[in-house]
Structures are given as C-alpha cells and as structure tokens.
C-alpha cells in the first residue's frame, strides 16, 4: 500500500463528510477565544479540497500542488495559509512520483510543518496545529506498533491531550492566555478530527 492519488481523493470526500459535523464544533472552540470562524473557514477550503478533479494514477506531488493552489484560493485567513504551504511543501517533496511510500509520512509531515513554522512564526509548544503536526510526525518516524498512519493519529492526539492545560502563546488567542487553559486550540483540534475521519472513516 502506498499513497497515491486514489488514496488522496479518498481522503478528501472523507474529510469532506467529516466536516457536515465538525464544523459547528470548531466555531464553538474558536468563539471561546478567537472570532468563531474556524470551522466556517476550513468548510469553505474543504468545498475547494473536494472540487478538484483527481485522476487516478496521476502525478502525487502534481497533485498536492493543485490541492495548495485550491486552499489558498479559498481563504486569506492565517490557518488556511498555513494549510496551504503545508499542502506546496509536500508537494514538492513528492513530485514526479505516482506511489509514495507510507513510511515516509512522518519526513513529510515533518517537512510541512517546518516550512509552517517559518512562514507563520509559531514555535512548539505555542499551542497551535504546528503541534498536533509535530506530534503526529514524530510519532510516525519514531516506529512501533501499528502503521505509521495510526502512529501519527496517536502523536497527534496525544499532542491535543499535552496542550490543553498550557496557555495558547501566539495569535488572537493569546490575549486571553489564561481563558485558553483548558480549552482545544481549533487548529490543533481541527487536525486531530480531520486525521481521524481519514484513518476511522466509519466513525
């Protein structure tokens, strides 16, 4: 098994069905300390996501590149800018390929949220979805039980877990730090739910 465009345009219309539900979830996350956008925001880059024809047996990386320029299309808000150099990172490090190894997600992960890091300007441990994506990379390179798709839900939610109690570090939120103890940052959240429709899509 590897990815390829077939397993990215599966994702895709999961995510897409998980989002009828999720939405509200993530606006009510987002109200506690920001505008109660977030859930409105990655709908609409989801509609884009989910526009985009894919041809299966098609170029993956060519095929990220698309998915980038659709989620950039969609919002100029800071979360879908970031979604969208993670989207061109992944691109780049896949392209001229039509099979991607599994085993390379976590690099991939990893190189995505690098070039998040530098193009918004969060460090770990502000409380971000560089976070979750740090977490779910590291746990997919580290090895060990189950493949490294489940190792990188695992990590990933295990960095939501970690997180809740810290103060939010950076954006909007950070002006109620005290406000953000205990409460999910949607973007760490919304990856979390997202990873999960993809890996558990009967759920």
Do not use: H, Y
């Not at 698309?66 to 061109?88: D, E, H, I, N, V």
């Not at 949220?113 to 580290?142: F, N, P, S, Y």
């Not at 970690?162 to 939010?168: A, T």
């Amino acid at each position: 098994m590897a990815i390829d465009t077939a397993a990215l345009a599966i994702g895709i219309a999961r995510v897409k069905a998980r989002m009828a539900t999720l939405e509200q979830d993530l606006n009510e996350a987002d109200a506690k300390l920001g505008d109660g956008d977030t859930g409105g925001m990655l709908a609409r880059v989801v509609d884009r996501l989910t526009a985009v024809e894919i041809a299966p047996g098609g170029d993956v990386g060519e095929t990220f590149a698309t998915l980038a320029r659709a989620a950039a299309g969609a919002t100029g808000s800071s979360l879908g800018t970031l979604l969208a150099t993670g989207l061109l990172t992944i691109a780049k490090q896949t392209r001229g390929e039509r099979e991607v190894p599994w085993d390379r997600l976590g690099a991939l992960l990893a190189a995505a949220r690098d070039a998040m890091m530098a193009r918004g300007g969060a460090k770990l441990g502000d409380k971000t979805v560089l976070d979750a994506i740090d977490g779910a990379a590291r746990a997919a390179e580290g090895g060990g039980p189950g493949t490294p798709a489940e190792r990188a839900l695992a990590g990933a939610a295990a960095a939501l877990e970690s997180l809740r109690g810290e103060p939010c570090k950076i954006g909007r939120a950070r002006m109620f730090a005290e406000k953000s103890i205990g409460s999910d940052d949607p973007g760490m959240l919304a990856f979390v739910r997202l990873a999960e429709a993809m890996a558990r899509p009967e759920g």
